[in-house]
């Protein structure tokens, strides 16, 4: 069994999540800002399908891609020379949100639901949430976004609509991050996607204290410009 939370209710011990399945540590509350912020302080994230009580999650291990360890393949280096695509911060936040929400490989659902998307503006709106775009002759056929805390930065979803679209957009992000200091990249479960980019699984209690340590340097707040 998992505890209910109320909207004021503390988050129970990581160390009391599920092992099956994994990470699953309680449900209920809500999704303003300072439930999201408090839970993502602490390595915790909502993932629910629409219609279900919101459900938080903290997996052991977790899947991390620290900037300094980012693979590019020859293929995708190759296609970061080309410059027919523009990349773009932060100048349709909703609309990739709402990109990574629609189906793909012949599924319908999505957990990204009309709620999700509005709790995650409203924490772009206040600078702590962002948009990394892959755009063709002005078109957006790619990206990703996350959430920014301090040094440290939780990768949510991407979507690509042209080839490697979603790889250049994480490139990018990731070359960026490493520049501004940032030590650690969430990216919650293991994919063989995430992989081949050099993301690769700690143990919880490493995650968090690294975590621990990264949230509480001063952080960037406010929309990304690329230099």
Same mark, same amino acid.
């Given at each position: 069994?998992?505890?209910?939370?109320? *909207?004021? +209710?503390?988050?129970?011990?990581?160390?009391? @999540?599920? !092992?099956?399945?994994?990470?699953?540590? %309680? =449900?209920?509350? /809500?999704?303003?800002?300072?439930?999201?912020?408090?839970?993502?302080?602490?390595?915790?994230?909502?993932?629910?399908?629409?219609?279900?009580?919101?459900?938080?999650?903290?997996?052991?291990?977790?899947?991390?891609?620290?900037?300094?360890?980012?693979?590019?393949?020859?293929?995708?280096?190759?296609?970061?020379? *080309?410059? +027919?695509?523009?990349?773009?911060?932060?100048? @349709?936040? !909703?609309?990739?949100?709402?990109?990574? %929400? =629609?189906?793909? /490989?012949?599924?319908?659902?999505?957990?990204?639901?009309?709620?999700?998307?509005?709790?995650?503006?409203?924490?772009?709106?206040?600078?702590?949430?962002?948009?990394?775009?892959?755009?063709?002759?002005?078109?957006?056929?790619?990206?990703?976004?996350?959430?920014?805390?301090?040094?440290?930065?939780?990768?949510?979803?991407?979507?690509?609509?042209?080839?490697?679209?979603?790889?250049?957009?994480?490139?990018?992000?990731?070359?960026?991050?490493?520049?501004?200091?940032?030590?650690?990249?969430?990216?919650?479960?293991?994919?063989?996607?995430?992989?081949?980019?050099?993301?690769?699984?700690?143990?919880?209690?490493?995650?968090?204290?690294?975590?621990?340590?990264?949230?509480?340097?001063?952080?960037?707040?406010?929309?990304?410009?690329?230099?």
């Amino acid at each position: 069994m998992i505890p209910w939370i109320d *909207n004021d +209710t503390p988050f129970p011990p990581l160390s009391s @999540a599920l !092992r099956e399945p994994n990470g699953l540590l %309680a =449900a209920g509350g /809500d999704l303003s800002p300072q439930r999201l912020i408090a839970a993502y302080s602490r390595g915790i994230f909502p993932w629910f399908n629409p219609g279900e009580p919101i459900l938080w999650w903290s997996p052991d291990p977790r899947m991390v891609l620290f900037p300094g360890e980012l693979k590019v393949s020859r293929s995708l280096r190759k296609t970061l020379k *080309n410059q +027919t695509y523009e990349i773009r911060t932060d100048t @349709a936040f !909703r609309q990739v949100m709402q990109a990574c %929400a =629609a189906p793909r /490989d012949g599924h319908s659902g999505t957990w990204i639901s009309p709620a999700m998307v509005a709790a995650y503006t409203e924490l772009h709106r206040q600078g702590l949430a962002h948009s990394v775009e892959t755009w063709m002759d002005d078109k957006l056929v790619g990206g990703l976004y996350g959430v920014s805390l301090g040094r440290m930065f939780y990768g949510e979803s991407m979507f690509s609509l042209a080839t490697d679209a979603s790889k250049i957009a994480f490139v990018h992000l990731v070359r960026q991050l490493e520049l501004w200091g940032y030590g650690m990249i969430d990216c919650q479960m293991k994919t063989a996607h995430l992989a081949s980019l050099g993301a690769r699984e700690i143990p919880r209690a490493e995650f968090s204290q690294k975590l621990t340590e990264l949230v509480n340097f001063p952080g960037i707040i406010g929309p990304w410009h690329r230099p």
